[in-house]
């Protein structure tokens, strides 16, 4: 088409420009020469004009003298016959107008003439009657005649004048005669240039049309290969021949092309690229334009969800993910969060979401970009961590229980064994020649105190890694404490013939630290240096040393005994260790001491090191702050598997109580049974704990065991009353003591008045099994729900049709339909998705089945080997938050 | 010759105690549990008692409280003995009234001094 129009225009411009040209050019000189011609033709007429008037004129003159020749005779004779006759045979001349003879005195004798016309010579000619004696000839001209009269003379007197008018006419027709001649040949000189021009014309026309098809082809063949060449780009084909050929304007335009196609080329690329990346990565990636409504999604996230891109585009980004404060996290411009994203089956992901702020784009409306990332497995393996955790703090729980009684369960044996042992001894001391007897009784008894040696010091290492051993602040005197245990180690130094001296600085004060175990780790170190000291000397040098501004005490024991090598060295406080089997034979111990000397001195503050020369003697060196610094910050007294502590519940719920007891168990047991009762709870032992535990976390109530009421340290409700921040809170009596076989209604009533938030709650128990059913519907009445109940899915689903519960407690396994089933149908529903579901259930359950779950429940508890009492528990605990949650849901 | 009444309800520890005081020269009353300990200090006034502080019924604490609220015996020395050696059960003890206080296993030689103070005291 192009081609078409552009030859054509081309052709069409051409030849108007030629025909134009020619055209103008044929005009101009048809005009010029036709101009020309016609002044030429005037000219000439001019010309002939006047020459034939020339002639005429002579003519006229010629006949009137000639006239007045042959009339002479006659005029002179008086002849006027003969005068007449001559002078007729002229006057029968056509071109002659009039004749007229005169006489000298202006008389006529002769007029022949055209009638009327002699009167008009006469006048015209003759002006002055002078004229007659004129012996000239004279010619005049008058209209259309031309006059002259001759004198006629004899003998050179004027006898007379002749007068001839001449007529002119002639002269006018043989003018128009030749201008019509001319003027017809001028007329075919047009004619013949018109034609020769037309001829001209059409023939630079037809030139002009093969020209303008040839230019036009010149022209329009690269701009149609530049125009397929767009089209190719425009398919994305970039290669460009380098053949196109054309002139300046071309060849810029054929550059332009290379260098557009180039540049397309790398878009392409580029874009290719970020497709790639776009398409490739494993995130999942929307843009979400100003309405909230999906604009792209990129592979990842069809994979994930399970959605193709046409079920996405144009849906809110909401209704597909759900994450804490989702609100926020879309008004902020950047933020990230845990979430869960709803796939296409109705099962929740959890993932890892960011919402990001793009630069507002008004052509396509993105506003941010939402990337979220599965993380399954990392919850997975979250739970299974937290889960893991779980079962460790219950492990070490356990344990430090299974240690504090095998302590007992170990020494009773034991002691019957030394004891016995050490009686027989006696005996058989006593006995005639039973030495044999006696030593064999001493091994066992040395063999029952190495043993009980052995249970000490792992029972104590056991207890510090356990964090369970207690640190008590005395204010002694250093002295006396060395004293003592020199004193104690002194049959040990005799053994080995070893003496020890004591060198303390004399102005030392009384320090404050843990005497017990300062005493224990002295002797441990003593008797290490007399059991590897043999004839040689031990000395403990006392000193203080100010660090810092605090004062600190170095204890220094040396001994000139067999050394360590730079082996030994290293690992001399490591646990079980000794110098080598032989030495354990040789000079007994357990292994343990200084593996525990040096947990506790750290746990004093302080530090032990040791050096040593092998052969020469070892040298060991006790630090520790002259005042040992008060305990860390009270930590809630017990971690039940609930999780409920302090920070859990947090004061914003308010349901926190704060329990204070001076009996520690006591305290443990009201706290986990308030626990259990879904209260958060705080304990204190310490009043002044207690104090600032209530200034801080303003508790909803504060409960006070009788020890904590009689105490002379207990002003506490006194105290709490003086200050107006605690003054408020209500003071109960604990009942004394709380054990777990009382019910206890006295104070569950009280404290339920407390929080009467949990009235018109009503939970949703959908359990099969009716003992268990009545388990748990007694444990929400317990803390405050109305119950509903149903025996399986279908039974729940009916029974929240006719009212929306606050919360579902479901079990997993019944029949007509099961609980994940239940819950999949719960939650596909907009009208139920947001009820708090927790799932209890005896079901085993693995850590992917309890990440799976988690979407759609708040809370998985498992019955596990502890039963139900302890899973009511944990309920009980989680009860606590599920209020609090519903509270803060009703802004209540 | 000096008269112990040794309060433990283990019956090794109880035998073990007793046969080895009886060798020191002592004569030696047993009882079983708090109450029976009560009981038999008040019928027979022994010079010393050696309490074990976890009994059954009425435990080492209470039965000292008890003995040295009661006339009659509240001048005879009473030893406690416990295997837990907190300083809590320390105070504990002096704080029901015990004259002095050991540790289990108990060092013989310790505890025949601890009798020979409290006995001699008088």
């Known amino acids: 088409m192009i081609r078409l129009q552009l030859r054509t225009r081309y052709a069409l411009t051409l030849l108007a420009l030629l025909l134009a040209t020619v055209g103008s050019l044929s005009v101009a000189l048809l005009t010029e020469f036709s101009v020309t011609a016609g002044n030429l033709r005037e000219v000439s007429a001019k010309l002939m004009d006047e020459a034939l008037l020339r002639q005429y004129e002579r003519r006229a003159e010629d006949l009137s003298i000639t006239l007045a020749e042959s009339l002479t005779d006659a005029v002179y004779l008086l002849q006027v016959d003969s005068l007449s006759a001559i002078a007729d045979g002229l006057t029968e001349r056509a071109d002659i107008n009039a004749i007229a003879v005169f006489d000298n005195t202006g008389l006529l004798y002769y007029s022949g003439t055209i009638p009327g016309m002699a009167e008009d010579v006469l006048d015209s000619h003759f002006i002055s009657y002078n004229y007659f004696d004129n012996a000239s000839t004279i010619t005049q001209y008058r209209d259309q005649a031309v006059t002259s009269s001759a004198p006629i003379t004899i003998s050179g007197k004027v006898i007379g004048h002749v007068l001839v008018d001449l007529s002119l006419a002639p002269i006018k027709e043989q003018i128009t005669y030749v201008r019509d001649e001319q003027s017809q040949l001028i007329g075919n000189g047009l004619k013949l240039g018109l034609w020769a021009s037309v001829g001209i014309t059409l023939t630079f026309g037809g030139l002009g049309i093969i020209l303008a098809v040839f230019m036009g082809d010149r022209l329009s063949r690269p701009i149609d290969a530049l125009s397929k060449l767009a089209r190719r780009i425009g398919r994305g084909d970039y290669n460009i021949p380098e053949d196109l050929k054309g002139g300046g304007e071309i060849q810029d335009l054929v550059r332009s092309f290379h260098s557009m196609a180039s540049d397309l080329r790398n878009t392409t690329v580029s874009k290719a690229h970020l497709d790639d990346i776009l398409h490739g990565m494993l995130d999942g990636l929307l843009v979400v334009g100003v309405d909230g409504r999906i604009l792209t999604t990129n592979r990842a996230t069809h994979a994930l969800l399970g959605y193709d891109e046409g079920e996405l585009r144009g849906q809110p980004v909401s209704a597909f993910f759900h994450a804490p404060a989702l609100a926020s996290l879309q008004e902020k411009s950047n933020m990230a969060s845990e979430g869960t994203a709803r796939k296409k089956n109705g099962d929740g992901l959890p993932v890892l979401l960011s919402i990001s702020a793009l630069r507002k784009n008004p052509a396509t409306g993105a506003s941010t970009v939402w990337v979220f990332r599965d993380i399954t497995s990392l919850k997975t393996t979250q739970n299974a961590l937290v889960a893991a955790m779980q079962e460790s703090e219950r492990a070490n729980h356990a344990k430090s229980q299974f240690l504090a009684n095998m302590s007992h369960e170990l020494r009773t044996p034991l002691n019957a064994i030394i004891g016995y042992s050490e009686m027989l001894v006696d005996e058989a001391r006593d006995l005639e020649g039973q030495e044999g007897m006696a030593e064999d009784l001493n091994r066992i008894h040395a063999a029952g105190r190495h043993l009980l040696g052995l249970i000490d010091d792992v029972l104590d290492l056991s207890k510090i890694e356990a964090g369970k051993m207690d640190l008590n602040r005395d204010e002694f005197q250093l002295q006396t404490a060395i004293k003592d245990v020199a004193a104690t180690v002194r049959p040990m130094l005799e053994e080995r013939r070893n003496s020890l001296t004591i060198d303390c600085q004399p102005d030392l004060a009384p320090i404050i630290s843990d005497q017990v175990k300062i005493r224990q780790i002295l002797f441990n170190i003593l008797s290490n240096a007399a059991k590897f000291t043999e004839d040689g000397t031990i000395v403990v040098t006392v000193r203080t040393e100010n660090h810092r501004g605090a004062d600190r005490i170095m204890i220094k024991i040396e001994d000139s005994g067999i050394g360590m090598t730079p082996d030994q060295l290293e690992r001399v406080f490591g646990e079980f260790i000794q110098a080598d089997s032989s030495t354990t034979r040789q000079y007994g111990g357990t292994g343990l001491g200084l593996a525990i000397s040096r947990k506790m001195t750290q746990m004093l503050g302080g530090e032990i090191s040791a050096a040593s020369v092998p052969g020469k003697g070892s040298t060991f060196t006790i630090e520790l702050p002259a005042i040992m610094s008060e305990p860390a910050t009270v930590t809630p007294k017990f971690s039940a598997p609930t999780t409920v502590s302090v920070g859990n519940t947090g004061a914003k719920s308010g349901r926190i109580l704060l329990v204070m007891d001076q009996n520690p168990d006591e305290l443990d047991r009201a706290a986990r049974e308030l626990a259990g009762w879904g209260f958060g709870v705080v304990s204190a032992s310490q009043s002044q704990e207690g104090l600032r535990l209530a200034r801080e976390l303003q508790p909803m109530a504060i409960l006070l065991a009788e020890t904590m009421r009689n105490t002379e340290m207990s002003l506490v409700s006194s105290l709490l009353n003086d200050d107006p921040v605690t003054a408020g809170i209500p003071v109960i009596d604990l009942p004394n003591p709380m054990d777990k076989s009382g019910d206890h209604e006295d104070l569950l009533n009280k404290l339920t008045k407390l929080f009467p938030s949990t009235k018109d709650k009503l939970a949703l128990i959908v359990e099969d099994e009716a003992n268990t059913r009545r388990l748990l519907s007694r444990s929400l009445k317990k803390a405050g729900w109305e119950i509903a109940e149903a025996d399986n899915g279908q039974d729940a689903l009916e029974r929240i049709q006719s009212r929306i519960p606050d919360l579902i407690v479901l079990d997993l396994m019944m029949p007509v339909m099961d609980g994940e089933t239940f819950l999949q149908v719960l939650r596909s529903n907009p009208d139920y998705v947001t009820v708090p579901v927790m799932i209890v259930t005896a079901k085993p359950i693995s850590a992917i089945e309890r990440t799976k779950l988690q979407h759609n429940a708040e809370t998985v508890i498992e019955k596990g080997a502890n039963g139900w009492v302890e899973a009511v528990r944990v309920m009980g605990g989680a009860l606590g938050r599920e209020a609090d949650n519903a509270q803060a849901v009703r802004g209540g | ?122």
Not at chain 2, 2 to 25: H, Y
Not at chain 2, 28 to 45: R, S
Not at chain 2, 59 to 72: I, V
């Open chain 2, 1 to 122: 010759m000096k008269r112990i009444l040794v309060v433990e309800d283990n019956e090794m520890n109880r035998d073990m105690l007793c046969r080895r005081l009886a060798r020191k020269g002592f004569t030696i009353l047993t009882a079983a549990d708090g109450e029976q300990g009560i009981n038999v200090a008040m019928a027979e006034m022994p010079d010393v008692i050696i309490m074990d502080l976890s009994l059954p019924r009425i435990d080492g604490w209470e039965a000292c409280r008890r003995l040295k609220a009661n006339q009659s015996t509240s001048a005879i020395p009473v030893i406690a003995l416990t295997a837990h050696a907190m300083s809590t059960d320390k105070d504990k003890a002096l704080a029901a009234g015990c004259d002095d206080f050991d540790t289990k296993p108990v060092d013989f030689a310790r505890l025949l001094e601890k009798i020979e103070k409290a006995s001699s005291g008088k």
